[in-house]
């Protein structure tokens, strides 16, 4: 064979190679038109379709490529589109970096979290009295941080445990916010209890048994509130984003991430605390992101490890608990720091915030 002929049979292989990258853009346009009409909630991938394309193809094969090898062929390029219409669907949520490149900064009263401050959101694991909430309360404004939590509303894995005061605790963190100056981040359970909390809270948290309560995430995403979104127990950080989409999908932007641990075959803490989450979530959102280092490990003495962790890796904030007296607390009493530990919590993290500075 001459190297004119060579020549000539390469240019027409990449003629084909155009006629084929043409016919590739030219399908994935039809799946990207068919992704579009799926709807919501509409699993991408078809077995049974993909096995009747495949049927097809491997019917009109004549060779000289094996069957297996055209078979593999397709299969990429099935691979392909179904990526491109996740790649899609992606780029269409709000709540998507794609869809807003600049962060969005969450202002509760004053405090901004997002803006590259990191903040402290501490309080008791549940709402038992005035006197238990004053206490903290005081002694987190000795430490200059002013929002505080505190369950009123305590949806437990046991009926028979303790499950919370209900709108006389929001009542109760209201009336010592109102007092010590602060701002009350409470959970709500359901969506009728949403209207009424509006007069006691300043964020709504969502917690992880309700990350997939879809008519609670409408229902505060049509507030005028912050949001704080816990991510659910055994939730995948996708699901947690849709999560997040449903919020602000009504008009509510002003949505909190909340890493909290995930469960897993760990036992050595409560939950196994994915750190990763933080700077994933970061990437592929524009929401704030912060850790709850106590539902995450239910152990004190990982508090502070795990909480420098959070700040270096960029979190918004670390949520923790904190009870005058945790000894006699009527939940999660083995987690939760007493005043003098919170201080030193306190008092080393800030330290740790300057190095990073």
Known sequence: MSTHDLTELRNKIDDINLQILALLNERAGIVQEIGTKKQQGVNRFDPIRERQSLDLILKNHAGPFEASTIQHIFKEIFKASLELQEDNHRKALLVSRKAQPEDTIVDINGVKVGNGNQQFIMGPCAVEGYEQVKAVALAMKKQGLTLLRGGAFKPRTSPYDFQGLGIEGLRILREVADEVGMSVVSEILTPHDVEESLRYVDVIQVGARNMQNFELLKTVGKVKKPVLLKRGLSATIEEFINAAEYIISQGNDQIILCERGIRTYEKATRNTLDISAVPILKK?????????????????????????????????????????????????????????EFNAFINELKLFKEKLK
């Open 284 to 340: 592929e959102t524009h929401l704030p992101v912060i850790v709850d280092v106590t539902h995450s490990t239910g152990r004190k003495d990982l508090l502070f490890p795990t909480a420098k962790a959070a700040l270096a890796i960029g979190a918004d904030a670390v949520m923790a608990e904190v009870h005058p007296d945790p000894a006699v607390a009527l939940s999660d009493s083995a987690q939760q720091m007493d005043i003098p």
